[in-house]
């Protein structure tokens, strides 16, 4: 039972670069999420997906691209890295009617040279 | 602007204890208010949650109390052990905003030592 799996789990890029963090879930959840979490920060929403075919903008969009692929995977894109953006990235999910993200895959831990 | 603010950032606390970790908002359209837990290197997990309509949740060892008008709630964790040492998030729903919109708290580590 693997819940949320994030992959990969450590990333280091230079200043613009791009890559994709890739998350997929096994639960058949609707709703998925990316987090960012810096330190002193909490976690803020980037971007989510409320069910297969749909994405929306967090409360941090800038910089970062989403495609929801099917029900199980989330991807996040980061087009042209930039240093701000080091930090730990979190995908979640939750099932139809969750108002929260449940489970957490445990996350990918970003540098930006 | 932080809309949650969570108090303190750093607890330390004796096996047996109760740790309180506080938040406090001002958006009155808060109506939903879960807690999550992080152990280091992973990702954090929902511990409890609790609507405005009700002043008191336990699940287990763990508590929320809620205050209305105070426009604040806690996380109160009874007889605390060492393995409930981890970062606690506290966090909020805008009821006017989108339904998987959460605004975080900035979390609070807490240490029970044994």
């Known amino acids: 039972n693997a819940g949320v799996t994030q992959t990969p789990k450590f990333q280091v890029l230079k200043t613009g670069q791009s890559m994709t963090l890739q998350c997929a879930q096994d639960?058949?959840?609707?709703?998925m999420y990316w987090y960012r979490q810096d330190p002193g920060m909490g976690l803020r929403l980037i971007y989510y997906s409320a069910s297969e075919g749909t994405t929306d903008k967090g409360e941090v969009p800038n910089g970062y691209n989403v495609s929801r692929l099917n029900k199980r995977e989330f991807s996040l894109r980061l087009e042209s890295a930039a240093p701000s953006q080091t930090s730990v990235y979190f995908c979640?999910?939750?099932?139809?009617?969750?108002?929260?993200?449940?489970?957490f895959g445990d996350g990918t831990r970003l540098s930006i040279l | 602007q932080q809309q949650v603010k969570q108090s303190p950032q750093s607890l330390i606390v004796q096996k047996g204890g109760i740790p309180i970790i506080n938040c406090a908002y001002e958006n009155t359209a808060f109506d939903y208010f879960p807690w999550y837990q992080q152990f280091p290197g992973k990702g954090p997990a929902l511990l409890i949650a609790i609507r405005p309509d009700v002043s008191e949740k336990k699940e287990g060892r763990f508590t929320i109390s809620f205050n209305k008008s105070a426009k604040q709630f806690s996380l109160h964790i009874m007889d605390s052990q060492p393995g409930d040492s981890a970062t606690y998030f506290c966090?909020?729903?805008?009821?006017?905003?989108?339904?998987?919109?959460?605004?975080f708290g900035k979390g609070t580590l807490l240490t029970v030592n044994p």
């Open positions: 966090a909020a729903r805008n009821s006017g905003g989108s339904n998987y919109k959460l605004t």
């Open positions: 979640a999910s939750s099932s139809t009617g969750g108002i929260q993200p449940q489970h």
């Open positions: 639960m058949n959840h609707n709703s």
